[in-house]
Structures are given as structure tokens and as C-alpha cells.
């Protein structure tokens, strides 16, 4: 557990670093203005991955890191200003870059298989991703009307 | 785990390489241009998976590097929900507001089987497109038809061979259309933004990325109903398949195609 501990620290610090950098250049945020940030977003990672190994249950650690980022930045909590404050910082699409790095880089083991798959498949593949996002946009617009929200 | 963790931290030519695509990504920045009286966004995050693809041919990335990295996609999107969590908390009253709007669009999903599935029978596809339409094909959908279907079934060739085109384009394919269609069509960017919650950690983040470059003012609540919404997606999507999705899928495929061998054989008897 304690190695284990370790490693996620290692691991986070790293992506953190690359997504720290990446927030510069693209962002105009400076390091220093982005370090609290993503110290917090990474003791919330970090909390969340060790609760899941406490807690017997299956339930994936994004589940618990979701809802402790959700409870710290809720106005009631303590301190909540300053984490939401210093959070912002640190812009989604810095943290989304160095994912979609490493996982063009992984997905280049699925490639063989991609290549084999044959163009009727891929149609319907697109239709699929095509008809979950604009089925869920329709029902979501209809239901967000009706309420009033927009 | 402990063993393998351990040579992906220490794997720095890794880390060296995605730091270089990440700077150079950034730098190169967002970019626009209309199609018709859409508009279709390019990200750096974009960028940076055709790079790290591109990468992988060459002698720069070895086998080795591209399966150190997916511990890191594991750990990063982490970040990426931690960073969801601190949006949501703020607006968490508003997001609750909207509550009715963010269940029933979950339903949404279900239109991959009434869109795709008639095209898949059309292409003549046999049983392969229950695998393939039932569902947005992610992991534990792939473990759902293993399990029902058996791993030589066509129902798992067929849901393998969408959850590889998501695995490898999924994430730029869904960044190039939320913006282009929520540019496009006449419904409104949170509604697109509910949509790109499809239980995916890397399409939402290249959705809901995409609407916050073509909608900025609206950045937070983007984040939060895309983030709410690919959450109650990892939670419910699996029941949502093996109670609804899956039965209407196989229902709906043998009317299909009980229709389709009509018309064949009519067609011969003309």
C-alpha cells in the first residue's frame, strides 16, 4: 500500500509537471500561479485512490475522486474559496493535452487491429459514436426547455 | 502492478517525449476554420494524439513506451475528474436544477442502436451489429457481450471492432463534431455539452474541450454538465445496456433483418 502510495505520488507529480508546462505555453499561466492548483487536484486524486483500496467495495476511484472534488469546492466547506480559486488556475484543456499525448502513444498497439477492421465496420462505428451524442443532445435540449433552464 | 508502475515513472524518455509534444502542441494552439456554417475546432489535444500515434511508427517510441503509457492515461484522467469535481461543487445547485435534464438524456445513448443498428443491418451485417450498435462500446460493455455472447461469438467480433475504433479515434472524431455540430445545428452548447458524457474519460474531454473553445463564456457550465453527465454515464451505463440497450438491440435486429431477407427474396422473385 505504502509503495503503492509512492508511486501514484511519483506518477501525478510527473503528469502534473508536463500539464503545469503545457498550461504556460498554451494558457499564459504561469507555474507558480498554477502549482496550488494542481497540488490540490492531486491530493484529490490521491485521497480518492487510497479510499478505494480502504473501502471494500467495487466501486471505481474516479467515483470517489469526483465526489471529493465536488464536496471541497461545495461554498459550505472550509477553505472551499481559495481551492476553487487557486483550481482555476490549472484550465481543463492543459490537463486533457498530456492525456490524449500518451494515449495517441498507447494506441498505437491497437493500430493492428484497427487496420484489419473493415470499412462497413467503421461506418457503423461512426454511427454509433454519431447516434448516442445527438440522442442524448436532443432529449437533453427537449428537457432543458421545458424546465427553462435555456 | 507495484513492478510495473515502478518502470513507468522511470520511463523519462517517455515523459521527455509527451513533455515535447505537450509544449509544442500548446504552442501551436487552437485553431478554427468554417465549413459550411459550421465550424470545425483543432485542438492541441488533437494534435498531440495524431503526434503520439504518429510516434509510435517510428524508432522514438518502442512497444515498451506505448504500454508504459497507459497507466499514465489512467492516472491523468484522475486529474482530469479531480479538476471536474472542483467545477461541479460550486455550481453543484445548478447542476441539481438540471437534474431531470441530465437522467433522461442518459436515454440519449439508446439512439446509437436506433441509427446505427438499421445501418449495420443495411450493410449486411449478421449478428456482429448487436455487439456493435447495442451500446458507445466502452469497456464494460466489451465485458457484458464476452460474457453473454462468449469471446468467438460474432456479437463480440462485432463489439470489439467499435470499441477499437474508439480506442484509436473516438477521441479526435468526438472533438471534431461536438463543435461542429453544436456550431451547426440549432440546439443549444449544454445540451451538446450533457451529450459528450458518454463514459468515456478521453471523448469527453475532447467533446466538452471542443464546446469550451467554441463557447468559452459558457466554459464552467460546460465542464460541469459534461462532467456530471459522463458520471452518471459510468455509473448507470451498464445497467442501462444489459435492462434496456441489449434486449431491444437483439429485438430490434430480428425484425431488421427478418424485413431484410423479405426484400431479398422478393427482389429474386422479381
Known amino acids: 500500500m505504502l509503495k503503492n502510495i509512492q508511486e501514484w505520488i511519483l506518477i501525478l507529480v510527473i503528469f502534473g509537471v508536463i500539464a503545469t508546462f503545457g498550461n504556460w505555453v498554451g494558457f499564459d499561466v504561469v507555474p507558480v500561479a498554477a502549482i496550488p492548483g494542481m497540488l490540490v487536484l492531486i491530493l484529490i486524486c490521491l485521497a480518492g485512490l487510497i479510499i478505494q483500496k480502504l473501502i471494500p467495495v467495487n466501486i471505481p476511484s474516479v467515483a470517489y475522486i469526483a465526489i471529493i472534488g465536488i464536496v471541497v469546492s461545495m461554498p459550505a466547506f472550509p477553505g472551499s474559496a481559495k481551492i476553487v480559486e487557486w483550481t482555476t488556475q490549472v484550465n481543463l484543456l492543459a490537463l486533457a493535452t498530456p492525456i490524449l499525448a500518451y494515449a495517441g502513444i498507447a494506441i498505437g498497439r491497437s493500430w493492428t487491429d484497427f487496420k484489419k477492421l473493415g470499412w462497413r465496420s467503421l461506418v457503423v462505428a461512426v454511427f454509433v459514436l454519431l447516434g448516442t451524442f445527438i440522442g442524448s443532445a436532443i432529449i437533453a435540449e427537449i428537457v432543458l426547455r421545458m424546465q427553462g433552464i435555456i | ?270
Not at chain 2, 442518459?106 to 438499421?118: D, S
Request: net charge neutral.
Open chain 2, 1 to 270: 502492478m507495484t513492478e510495473d508502475l515502478k518502470n513507468v515513472w522511470k520511463d523519462w524518455r517517455l515523459h521527455a517525449i509527451v513533455f515535447v509534444i505537450v509544449l509544442l502542441t500548446e504552442f501551436i494552439g487552437i485553431h478554427k476554420f468554417s465549413v459550411g456554417p459550421g465550424i470545425i475546432l483543432l485542438l492541441p489535444m488533437l494534435y498531440a494524439i495524431l503526434i503520439g500515434l504518429g510516434l509510435y511508427f517510428t524508432p522514438i517510441i518502442s512497444e515498451k513506451q506505448a504500454k508504459n503509457a497507459e497507466p499514465l492515461i489512467v492516472l491523468g484522467v484522475t486529474l482530469l475528474i479531480a479538476k471536474i469535481g472542483v467545477i461541479i461543487g460550486p455550481s453543484l445547485e445548478q447542476i441539481i436544477a438540471a437534474g431531470p435534464a441530465l437522467l433522461l438524456q442518459e436515454f440519449g445513448n439508446l439512439g446509437t442502436i436506433l441509427f446505427a443498428l438499421p445501418i449495420a443491418v443495411f450493410l449486411g451485417l449478421k449478428r456482429e451489429s448487436i455487439g456493435m450498435t447495442h451500446s458507445v462500446a466502452r469497456e464494460p460493455n466489451v465485458g457484458l457481450i464476452i460474457d453473454k455472447f462468449g469471446f468467438n461469438s460474432a456479437e463480440t467480433r462485432g463489439v470489439m471492432a467499435v470499441y477499437i475504433f474508439g480506442t484509436v479515434f473516438g477521441a479526435v472524431f468526438m472533438g471534431l463534431i461536438s463543435g461542429f455540430l453544436a456550431t451547426l445545428t440549432p440546439l443549444h452548447p449544454l445540451s451538446f455539452a450533457m451529450a459528450s458524457g458518454i463514459g468515456s474519460g478521453s471523448m469527453m474531454a475532447a467533446a466538452s474541450g471542443s464546446l469550451v473553445a467554441a463557447f468559452p463564456h459558457l466554459e464552467n457550465d460546460i465542464i460541469a454538465f459534461a462532467g456530471a453527465s459522463n458520471l452518471l454515464s459510468l455509473s448507470t451505463g451498464l445497467y442501462m445496456s444489459i435492462f434496456i440497450g441489449l434486449p431491444l438491440t437483439e429485438k430490434l435486429y430480428n425484425v431488421l433483418s427478418r424485413v431484410k431477407d423479405k426484400n431479398a427474396a422478393t427482389n429474386k422473385g422479381a
